[in-house]
């Protein structure tokens, strides 16, 4: 019996831990920020920096746009500006830069190593007080490579762009826009995606003066989310205005929001797979007993209720088998695009096994209903 149980137990987790494996519960993302090296000689009056994360619904880049309001106090000069960016496309497509409304061109390039005046956070906040382990994407050296060839995708992937240009005496505004891919993390207890980005300010600290910056996070419609620092929500967006840099960066976490009832629905797998082992043990023993009574009742021969509970073993495993996909389905309803893969069809690799654990269980019961029931109508 203690061999049944292990086997029937081992039939149930397999899929499940073929879930567990099939997707990656953690994906760096870009990273983003201030430019380096220094703007030491120059004064930024304003910076606004908009950071839209909508995308994160349908699991598509982030829009980053930064505005900064300079002024020039000397002579005209030239400056060489470099920016560690994040989602490059062919050879640039999706950053530009812009210096009065002049758009500029740049020399692109990866880069295995950050700049000494970048600080990334190992963390962004949690919902519950908690920190969330947070990182980015960085290339390998090109020498690390077997046979010195890089992955495909990394020659797609453009992580550093270098400007020069003239700043004329007097106030100018330069104006970057890129996209960017957050890092994304699963939360294990519900398995939906937490998407992060932490927008690096620190190189700002050492610019020559730095008066005031305003950011705006856009949300998707609905979504909870935390900063650090921490920023006024208005509506499905975050605002902050501070008359210094604040912190090292902007360290963001957002989520799908969920009810406390959808909450519990799609935490409540692990009770679903020990009422589906129940349900394998007891359904197909309780029914050949069952069967096995009426037999004994009627005095007939146990074999002629075989077909019966076979197909009622057979059509217990089909319920089972349309209550899992029912629940995995509804879960994906809830969580929408923010779930890990839906794997359901893997549980037709197991639903054989069941029915034949489920027919053997059946006709344990139905020969021993028989036997049982037999002796106690004999004795009356």
């Known amino acids: 019996m203690h061999r049944l149980h292990s086997l029937i137990l081992l039939i149930w987790v397999l899929p499940v831990t073929l879930l567990a494996n099939m997707a990656d519960p953690f994906r760096p993302g870009d990273p983003v920020g201030e430019p380096s090296p220094l703007l030491d000689s120059i004064h930024v009056l304003r910076e606004e920096l908009t950071i839209d994360m909508r995308s994160c619904a349908t699991k598509d880049p982030v829009w980053i746009r930064a505005t900064y309001h300079l002024f020039n106090s000397g002579v005209g000069k030239r400056l060489d500006l470099l920016f560690v960016t994040g989602k490059l496309h062919d050879s640039g497509k999706g950053f ?33 007080g908690e920190s969330i382990p947070y990182e980015v994407y960085i290339p390998q050296p090109f020498d690390s490579y077997e046979n010195g060839v890089k992955p495909q995708e990394q020659m797609e992937r453009n992580y550093t762009v270098q400007f020069s240009l003239y700043l004329k005496e007097g106030t100018n505004r330069i104006t970057v826009e890129y996209l960017a891919d957050p890092s994304r993390i699963v939360d294990a207890t519900i398995e939906m995606y937490n998407w992060q980005i932490a927008y690096v300010l620190a190189p700002a600290r050492r610019w020559g003066g730095f008066d005031s910056l305003d950011v705006h996070v856009l949300l998707p419609e609905g979504w909870e989310a ?3 620092p921490e920023m006024e929500r208005e509506g499905d967006r975050l605002r902050g205005s501070w008359g210094e840099i604040p912190s090292d960066a ?25 009422a589906s082992i129940v349900w394998v043990l007891c359904i197909p023993l309780i029914l050949g007993v069952r069967k096995g009574r009426t037999l004994a009742r009627q005095d007939d021969q146990a074999g002629k209720g075989a077909g019966i509970v076979i197909a009622q073993s057979i059509g217990a495993a089909g319920i089972l088998y349309l209550l ?15 779930a890990l893969p839906s794997y359901a069809f893997l549980f037709l690799f197991v639903l054989v096994p069941i029915i034949l654990v489920g027919i053997l269980l059946a006709m344990v019961g139905l020969w021993s209903g028989k036997k049982i029931f037999s002796r106690i109508y004999a004795k009356r």
């Not at 959808?262 to 797979?273: I, K, N, P, S, T």
């Not at 899992?324 to 923010?338: C, H």
């Open 226 to 228: 935390r900063s650090s």
């Open 96 to 128: 530009s830069i812009r210096l009065n409304d002049s758009l500029l061109s740049g020399q692109f390039s990866d880069t295995a190593t950050l700049p000494e005046s970048w600080m990334l956070p190992a963390t962004t906040p949690g919902f519950a």
């Open 324 to 338: 899992i996909l029912s629940y995995w389905e509804t879960k994906s309803a809830i969580l929408t695009d923010q």
């Open 250 to 274: 902007i360290a963001l976490t957002l989520r799908l929001h969920l009810t406390p009832f959808e909450r519990f629905l799609v935490r409540a797998e692990g009770w679903l797979g020990g």
